[in-house]
Structure formats: structure tokens, C-alpha cells
């Protein structure tokens, strides 16, 4: 027996798996072996031997879990970083950031101010890491570039019919859209969302913002008052053992009077500043859910541009959250955007949330429109579903939260592009405002403007949301699916939100997942090549490449956890959530026992790791710049 | 050391994307496709800057041929240190069918023009595959053309007196060869490692120059000679027939029509 606090997994004296609780005998000689194993790890080794009897393979090498001021095989490397000022600085290059940049110029010109806007993108070009469904509400549009048609805004498809419906495993039970519930589709707009990006790119550098693709934003810069300073881009150049190559030069860093956080959903930045500025002191924690695409050319005969599908119900069982959406996009050839969503609070560790997708498409509906067509694009990325009940605080000192990075998304909506917008919009004015008043008297160096949130508050984003708080909580009941969809049809229609109480969510969705003793595995099909496809086929469409040389991206805070726990414990659910097949158990070399591998090369940069895992041991950073898939309109 | 370097860059599809052919089987899909620069291009833009950084040349050229969207290339090349761009403008139909030839034709004028002394090309692009517009340019040019690699191991390449020195890696040890000025020098994979064209040098590319030329003002044709009738996709792999006996194999061998 041996009293190991907290974390221990395998004590190095006693040989036992302990789970995290207390157990009582000798503390001390436990806590004295731990601290003499850690002082050693800080030397490169092929193995690390920490608070384990065995040897578990080295995986993490990045500098964010050994730092290099301690690594011997960078001293003497020069560490100096090239500093420029700009007055704004926007982390991400998506719809929320660039609507923020063509903002603040529009204004500056307006007003006849200088003003620097500088947006740093992780994509290669500005649109590669873009996925959503999409169907645009064109409300933040509309209000931000009026003229969107005449300047060519690739919104090519209007909704003309509407759909949704309940699937059972042979069946189709259509439900009727009636005028005021949050689905109704009437004036939106099918889009491919990686092109409106792209095209608001174009709309951005005409007005004279700095885009740079290729570079993302990996650490926050602060002052010494503790605000906000800006940003400094990746390293290049560090081996896939954490030592310095040949070409190795360190990041630039870019100051600004206030930097937008703009990385979408769990954005790796603000993961940092939720923790230094305790942003989600008051809130709910965010929920999220995945969402996997695919793009296909179908057959002429049955494609019907403007046509919007969604359904809810088979693959899924009803206390899994999730649905799918089938878009008929009217862009010169007959193409849909078709996908499926898992809301990643799910409980059960077998469940893999890409061969549900597939699955899906061998439904009798689905396979009416899919068959005889061919599959051009695969994706998948987190979206947030936690609504209004888990906005964090959205302002500190030196720097602002927009677009789905605190979560915006309209869930019965399915829409979170025009918040997102919106909010960037708002960001921009009330930064605008601070930056140029000539007599501002900041407290701090970083510019902080809670006026933003109040701006927030006023706006329509706060209105929507507020009315649609309570769908997504009714789905925590008994009935699940059936008990969410009787509570919209019965409050929301009726009352829009004026109920006056508001539910909550089931806490962190890495929290949910039941022991994989206590559930069931599922039993998938294998997929046929026609209409499903395996991970690897699905993976090589979405032009995802990293630089092979670099530290692996997902790193881990040990170790020796994925074995110790994820897959004793769990099963190993990261080798089923991941929609790239980055996570895998693979035999040890020895013959006993297994080990993770990381390929971290197939990384989509969904993010679903970080929010999923159950030991919550996995951290998601940015990898060198220009790495990760190259969606073409997802 | 007076040299002046011509390098040529390619803007292609990027080496991780899955290749799509058009509905209308003319070409393949690029509207909206991940591009970047040939990576043998990168290796000699990397070895052109390596020779400005040994003062060996004085300054380093980079040309593109294509579109608009060349420029971003041309400004990456800046980026890893070139001293000034060329853009040569070709678009549309021409630039779908711009090949070796034309480039070459291209090249050799520039090279006139700009009075270089070494012109270091890729040795072939990723798209087509040609491995030709070295071997064209310095027929063109009637200047010596070597490629320091040769699908051999990397080496070096240098300049003393007048003369450029090339050291090859082949099977018995290494090769040695001098070849005169002016020349055209092929880059294969492993010359180089060619360095990032990190944010600093990006912003200070963006004032560096590049001129805006066109074909005929070079006196250059770019109609192409050749003519592509259509473009598929490789056929689907057939699976395999598995046999128990020889005497099924030898069966199944004469059911196929092969013995």
C-alpha cells in the first residue's frame, strides 16, 4: 500500500495502479521518490521513468511540457525574437476575425485614421482550416459589407426547401418546420464557407489589413502590469525530438494596444487566458459537439440546389446528442455538403462518432441521393453548443474574446457564422473607439474595453441566444432526444424563451464517459467504399500534412496516463473520437503491453481531443505554421 | 564577384493535396486548391542565397511565369532572400498550356535581358513531371547545364575564378567537375535543406521589388505546339484472386488466356 496523492497512477515503490483517491500508508517516501525521478527528466532519454515501474515510451518532447531553458541541447541557441507594433492584432483568420479587421478599417477610413490591422492565420491561405455546414443567416453580413452581391460574395445557393425529419433505421419520419421554430430556413443562404472566408480575405487586404496565412499565433505576450501585449508566431525549425535543426529560427512577435482572440471553437490561446484572467469564473463550462463533412458530387438527376436537409434519431440512440445536415449547393456542378454531428457529451467510449457518420449515409434516404456520386472533400472540426449559459467573460486588460472562441453558436440553429461576425463587428467598434480617443487614460498598457461586452448585451446576438438557452439543456432528461424536442415544441414556440428559468448543462463533456466495463461496444459496418469509406482514405481527402521533423503537436502532461488510464479505465476512446486517426494503441515492441502512438501528421485540428479526453491529460497546440488540412470550400 | 543568379520558381499544387480531375476531364481541379512553391524550387532558391550569403554572387533573381496568384511565390522566394523578383505575366488559356518550351524561351530571354551569369532551376516540377526546362534553357542559351545531384547524394556547389565547381557524391567517392560560366545548374532533393521563409523576412519582402513583364515583350511565342486531348484518373486498383493449389493458379493462368 502506498499514500500517493492525486495523480498518481503507478507508484515507483509499491508497483499498484492507484486511481485518484487517498490511500493512506507512507506519503512521504512516495512524494521524496516522485521528486527525485522529476529533477531527472529534463535530459532527452528515449524513456522516461516517472512514478512508474515500467517504462513508458517517450511521446511528448515540445517545449510547452519540457521547457528549453532547462534543456541542455539549447543552450547557447539565440532566443532573441523580432518585435513589431501594430494597433490591432487579430489571432485567426475566420469569419469572426476578418468581419473584426474589415471593420476597423472601414472606420478608420471613415474617421481618416491611420490604423494598423495585422491578422495572423494558422492556415496556409486564409479559408484552409474554414469547415462548417453551412447555412448563413445573412443578418451580420448585410450590416457589415451591404453591397456583398455587387462585390461578388460567393452566397450562390438560397434555401428553397427545408426539411427535417426523424429517422428510424429504415424509416423517415419528416417533421413539419413550422414558421417561428429556430430551424426555419427562410432567407438563408447555402454556402461553402472556406470560399466566404476566403472572399472576406479578399474584401480584408483591399481595405488594407496585413493578412498573414502560414503563421500562427503561439504564445501570448504580456506586459508587466500583467495585460495583454500581443502575440508571438511559431518557432520553425525544432526536430521531432525537441532539439534545434539547422534552420531553427524563433517566432516574431507582434504587439498591439489590443489583441482579438479569434481561434474558433476551443481555441488553444484562450485556453491559456481562460486560466490567467479566470474568464470562466461565472459560467457554465463550454459543451461541445463534433461535426465530420463530406462533399459530394451526386448525380444530376437528384440534385435539387437550395435544398436543406437535416434529420435527428438513427444512428444515434436518444440520449446521444446529434443529427445530420444534407445541403444542396447550387455552384455549377451538382455538389452537396452532407455531414453528421455527435454532441460530445456522449457516454459510451465505444462510440466513434466518424463511423456513425458513415453509417449514417447507408440509410435508405441518404443513399437515394448519394448513390451513383463520388466523394471529393472529408473534414471535421468542434463546435460549440453551449449557448449562452457558457459565455465566459469576454473582456480583459489588453485583449477580447470573439467568434465561436467563447461560443456563440445558435444551436437549434445550427448556425453560429453571424454571431460570430457580429461579434467581431462589435469587437472592432468598441476597440475603434478606445484606440483613437486622444484622451484615454488607460489604467493598464493593454487597452481594456468592457465595453465590448456591454455592446454585446445590447445587440441581437444577445437576444437569440438568450431565447434559445434552454433547447439544448432539455435534451439532459430520461427521454433525451424526445424530451428535447417536446420541450422546444412546447415552450419555445410558445413562450421564445421568456420562461424565466434556465437549465444547465451536465458539467465538462471529458467528465461524461462511462467505464468501458459498463457499456456496451457497438458494433459498426464495415464500410463498402461507395458510400462509406475507412479513416484513412477519408483522412488523405482533407490534404491534412504537417512538417514530419517537428515535436508532436498534441502533447501530453504524461506520459504514462493514455496506458495507466485512458485505456484501462476507458478503452482507449481518443482511437475512436479522433476524426484523423491520430491516436493509436499499438503493441510495445517487448510483446507486453501496449503503447500510445501519435501520428500526429494526421492531425485536422479539430480539436476534439483536447475537450474530449477523459483524463483530460492531452493539451492541443499550434503546430508550426502552414501544417493541417487544406479544405477547399468546407 | 559581380555574378548575378537567375532562379526560377513554379506555383504548384501543393504535394499533400488529393488531386481531383475537372468534371470536363480538360485538366484538373486548381480554383481554391492549396498551392506552393515546387519544392525543387525551393532548393534552388535555397542554394542561390547560400552562394549570396559565401559573396560568391552578387545578387539573386527569382522569376515566375503564370497568373496573379505567382506573386505570392515570387514573394516567398523574397522571403528566403532573393534580392528582386520578375513576374512574367501569362494567364488564361496560355497558362494552361505553358510547358518546358515555352518557359525555357522564356528564361533564355531573361537571362539576356538581365545579363545573368548562372540561372539554377528546379530539377523537375511536381505537376508535370518534365524534368526539361534546365536541359531546354541552356540548349537555348548554348551554356553548359549540370545538375549537381543527378539522383545522386548532395553536395556542393561554388564558384572560383570564372569557373563554376560542382561536387557530386557518386558510387566510388566524390566527383569534382569544373564547368565554365555562364551555366545552368539543375537542383535535385538533397542539395539543400531550404531554410523558412519566416514573418520578419516576409514583411520586408513586401518592399522588395518585382517587375511586371510580359511574353512579348520578351519576344517570346507562348502558344503551345502540343495539345491535350483528354485527363483521367489512374485506374482503380483490381483486387488480387488468391489460389490454393498450383493446380488452381495454372487453371485460373489458362482461363485468363495467358499461357
Not at chain 1, 485518484?20 to 532519454?45: D, G, S, T
Not at chain 1, 525530438?241 to 484562450?270: I, N, Q, W, Y
Not at chain 1, 417536446?486 to 410558445?494: A, K, P, R, S, V
Not at chain 2, 481541379?29 to 549570396?52: Q, R, W, Y
Request: with cysteine.
Amino acid at each position: 500500500m502506498c499514500n500517493c496523492m492525486g495523480m498518481v497512477l503507478s507508484c515507483s515503490v509499491c508497483d499498484v495502479i492507484v486511481l485518484p483517491f487517498i490511500c493512506i500508508f507512507k506519503a512521504r517516501r512516495c512524494i521524496r521518490a516522485l521528486k527525485a525521478v522529476r529533477a531527472e527528466h529534463v535530459a532527452p532519454q528515449v524513456y522516461s521513468t516517472r512514478w512508474s515501474s515500467s517504462t513508458v515510451p517517450r511521446i511528448t518532447t515540445h517545449y510547452t511540457v519540457y521547457p528549453r531553458d532547462k534543456d541542455p541541447r539549447w543552450e547557447g541557441m539565440e532566443m532573441e525574437r523580432f518585435a513589431d507594433e501594430a494597433d490591432v492584432v487579430i489571432v485567426g483568420g475566420g469569419p469572426a476575425g476578418l468581419s473584426a479587421a474589415i471593420r476597423l478599417k472601414q472606420l478608420a477610413n471613415q474617421h481618416e485614421k491611420e490604423l494598423r490591422v495585422c491578422v495572423v492565420e494558422k492556415a496556409s491561405q486564409i479559408g484552409a482550416h474554414t469547415l462548417s455546414g453551412a447555412c448563413l443567416e445573412p443578418t451580420a453580413l448585410n450590416e457589415l459589407i451591404p453591397d456583398w452581391k455587387e462585390r461578388g460574395a460567393p452566397l450562390n445557393t438560397p434555401v428553397t426547401e427545408d426539411k427535417f425529419a426523424i429517422l428510424t433505421e429504415k424509416y423517415r419520419i419528416p417533421v413539419p418546420i413550422l414558421p417561428g421554430l429556430p430551424m426555419n430556413n427562410h432567407g438563408n443562404y447555402l454556402v461553402r464557407l472556406g470560399h466566404f472566408v476566403r472572399w472576406l480575405g479578399e474584401q480584408a487586404e483591399e481595405l488594407g489589413v496585413e493578412l498573414y496565412p502560414g503563421y500562427a499565433a503561439a504564445e501570448v505576450l504580456f506586459h508587466e502590469d500583467g495585460s495583454v501585449k500581443g502575440i508571438a508566431t511559431n518557432d520553425v525549425g525544432i526536430g521531432k525530438d525537441g532539439s534545434p535543426k539547422d534552420v531553427f529560427e524563433r517566432g516574431m512577435e507582434l504587439h498591439a494596444k489590443v489583441t482579438l482572440f479569434g481561434e474558433g471553437c476551443h481555441g488553444h490561446l484562450a485556453k491559456q487566458l481562460y486560466k490567467q484572467f479566470n474568464l470562466r469564473e461565472n459560467c457554465e463550462p463550454q459543451t461541445y459537439a463534433i461535426g465530420l463533412k463530406e462533399l459530394w458530387v451526386i448525380d444530376e438527376k437528384k440534385w435539387r440546389p437550395g435544398r436543406t436537409e437535416h434529420s435527428v434519431g438513427w444512428p444515434l440512440n436518444r440520449n446521444t446528442y446529434g443529427g445530420s445536415f444534407l445541403y444542396h449547393l447550387n455552384e455549377g456542378e451538382p455538389l452537396v455538403a452532407l455531414g453528421f454531428v455527435v454532441g460530445l457529451d456522449y457516454t459510451n467510449p465505444y462510440l466513434s462518432p466518424f463511423r456513425e457518420f458513415q453509417r449514417w449515409k447507408h440509410h435508405p434516404s441518404i443513399m437515394s441521393t448519394l448513390e451513383g456520386g463520388n466523394r471529393i472533400a472529408y473534414g471535421a472540426r468542434a463546435l460549440n453548443e453551449g449557448g449562452f449559459q457558457s459565455i465566459p467573460k469576454l473582456t480583459f486588460p489588453g485583449g477580447m474574446l470573439i467568434g465561436c472562441s467563447p461560443g456563440f453558436m445558435n444551436v437549434p440553429k445550427i448556425k453560429g457564422t453571424h454571431t460570430a461576425m457580429k461579434s467581431g463587428m462589435l469587437a472592432a467598434e468598441t476597440a475603434f473607439s478606445k484606440i483613437t480617443d486622444e484622451n484615454l487614460q488607460s489604467e493598464t498598457a493593454g487597452l481594456y474595453i468592457p465595453e465590448y461586452k456591454e455592446a454585446l448585451e445590447k445587440s441581437w446576438i444577445w437576444k437569440e441566444l438568450y431565447a434559445v438557452r434552454n433547447i439544448r439543456p432539455s435534451f439532459h432528461n430520461y427521454f433525451g432526444l424526445y424530451g428535447g424536442m417536446l420541450y422546444t415544441g412546447i415552450f419555445y414556440w410558445f413562450l421564445r424563451g421568456k420562461e424565466p428559468w434556465t437549465l444547465k448543462h451536465n458539467g465538462l463533456d471529458s467528465a461524461q464517459l462511462k467505464p468501458a466495463k459498463d457499456c456496451a461496444p457497438i458494433e459498426y459496418p464495415k464500410p463498402d467504399g461507395k458510400i462509406s469509406f475507412d479513416l484513412l482514405s477519408s483522412v488523405a481527402l482533407s490534404g491534412t500534412n504537417h512538417e514530419h521533423d517537428q515535436p508532436p503537436h498534441l502533447t501530453l502532461k504524461d506520459d504514462s496516463v493514455p496506458v495507466a488510464q485512458n485505456l484501462a479505465i476507458y478503452d482507449g476512446p481518443e482511437q475512436r473520437f479522433c476524426p484523423a486517426g491520430v491516436y493509436e494503441y499499438v503493441p510495445l515492441e517487448t510483446g507486453d503491453g501496449m503503447r500510445l502512438q501519435i501520428n500526429a501528421q494526421n492531425c485536422v485540428h479539430c480539436k476534439t481531443c483536447d475537450i474530449k479526453d477523459p483524463s483530460q491529460n492531452i493539451n492541443w497546440v499550434v503546430p508550426e505554421g502552414s501544417g493541417g488540412p487544406a479544405y477547399n470550400g468546407m | 564577384m559581380s555574378a548575378r543568379v537567375l532562379v526560377g520558381v513554379k506555383r504548384v499544387i501543393d504535394y499533400a493535396v488529393k488531386i481531383r480531375v475537372k468534371p470536363d476531364r480538360t485538366g484538373v481541379v486548381t480554383d481554391g486548391v492549396k498551392h506552393s512553391m515546387n519544392p525543387f524550387c525551393e532548393i534552388a532558391v535555397e542554394e542561390a542565397v547560400k552562394l549570396k550569403e559565401k559573396k560568391l554572387v552578387k545578387e539573386v533573381v527569382a522569376v515566375s511565369c503564370g497568373p496573379q496568384q505567382v506573386q505570392e511565390t515570387i514573394r516567398t522566394a523574397l522571403a528566403m532572400g532573393a534580392d528582386r523578383g520578375i513576374h512574367v505575366e501569362v494567364s488564361g488559356k496560355d497558362y494552361e498550356t505553358l510547358g518546358p518550351l515555352q518557359v525555357s524561351k522564356i528564361l533564355a530571354a531573361l537571362a539576356k535581358k538581365e545579363q545573368a551569369d548562372l540561372i539554377i532551376l528546379g530539377k523537375q516540377a511536381i505537376d508535370d513531371d518534365c524534368n526539361q526546362t534546365g536541359q531546354m534553357t541552356a540548349a537555348l542559351l548554348d551554356w553548359p547545364q549540370r545538375s549537381p545531384e543527378d539522383g545522386t547524394f548532395a553536395s556542393e556547389v561554388n564558384i572560383e575564378a570564372d569557373k563554376l565547381k560542382v561536387v557530386r557524391e557518386i558510387d566510388g567517392g566524390l566527383e569534382t567537375i569544373k564547368i565554365n560560366l555562364p551555366a545552368v545548374v539543375t537542383a535535385d532533393l538533397r542539395l539543400n535543406t531550404p531554410r523558412y521563409a519566416t514573418l520578419p523576412n516576409i514583411m520586408k519582402a513586401k518592399k522588395k521589388k518585382i517587375a511586371n513583364v510580359k511574353p512579348a515583350d520578351l519576344g517570346v511565342d507562348v502558344s503551345s505546339r502540343l495539345e491535350v486531348l483528354k485527363v483521367d484518373e489512374p485506374p482503380q486498383r483490381q483486387a488480387g484472386v488468391k489460389v490454393e493449389t498450383v493446380h488452381d493458379l495454372v487453371g485460373k493462368l489458362k482461363e485468363a488466356g495467358r499461357i
